[in-house]
């Protein structure tokens, strides 16, 4: 599929869930605003990775992870307006229930097609971290700010790389790091549900964070490895992949 009409079914994939969650009442003006913000957004940023990088077309597991963003955006209407109300859990929570299994899905498809490319996972990555944060801003809601730090790590990584450099690095990628990225959403559904007791979801979303910060932590650690081995030996470290983007 071309760029431009891959990117308007992406755009249309947004409108339609949009539109069946208004046509249910289940989001209000505020939420509808921030649900097309965030899709025109989404829609404006990847058209111009996919620019940037030449891509020929829209490649189907791009399409897959379009179809999760559109649903994600659904998360983001609901969440925005459980600032001023009530909103409905159970659609909140199956939006963001699908989206997460359907994660084990676009890389599966670009595999299988080799259509694997950069942009496609900093694609499929960038919308998990997305997901992950409007879950935390919504449990943070009933549970405390501090969840924000559990949903918030990545950003957070982000930003620190502005600051330092030498965490601009690439390290090995690690398998372990999808599968702790795999338990922070799932626990963050589950808390978000509503079905654990308080002490249960704090002490799971605890546990949650112990599991970021060995992994982050981690690939930290490699990084400056990497940097005090490059300034010895006056040599750039070989590029072979990012462990969390």
Do not use: I, N
């Not at 957004?41 to 999760?68: E, H």
């Not at 595999?111 to 409007?134: H, P, Y």
């Amino acid at each position: 599929m071309t760029v431009q009409r891959g990117l308007l079914a992406g755009l249309v994939a947004h409108l339609v869930v949009l539109t069946a969650l208004a046509g249910a009442g289940a989001v209000g003006g505020v939420g509808a605003l921030a649900a097309l913000a965030y899709g025109a957004g989404t829609v404006a940023l990847l058209g111009r990775a996919l620019a940037g990088s030449r891509a020929l077309g829209v490649g189907p597991a791009d399409l897959v992870t379009l179809l999760r963003s559109a649903l994600v955006g659904g998360v983001a209407a609901l969440v925005a307006d459980s600032v001023t109300g009530p909103v409905p859990v159970g659609t909140l929570v199956a939006l963001a229930g699908v989206a997460l299994a359907l994660d084990a899905v676009d890389g599966r498809v670009a595999r299988r097609t080799g259509t694997v490319t950069a942009t496609g996972a900093r694609f499929d990555m960038e919308v998990d971290s997305v997901l992950v944060l409007l879950l935390g801003v919504y449990v943070a809601g009933s549970l405390g700010p501090w969840v924000l730090a559990v949903a918030a790590v990545h950003y957070v990584f982000v930003a620190a790389r502005w600051v330092l450099p030498w965490l601009r690095g690439q390290v090995p990628p690690r398998h372990w790091c999808k599968v702790v990225a795999a338990v922070q959403g799932m626990v963050l559904v589950t808390v978000a549900a509503g079905v654990l007791p308080r002490v249960v979801a704090v002490g799971a979303l605890v546990a949650v964070a112990g599991l970021l910060a060995e992994s982050f932590g981690r690939e930290v650690w490699l990084l400056w490895r990497s940097r005090r081995t490059s300034t010895a030996g006056d040599v750039e470290p070989r590029a072979v992949g990012s462990v969390h983007g």
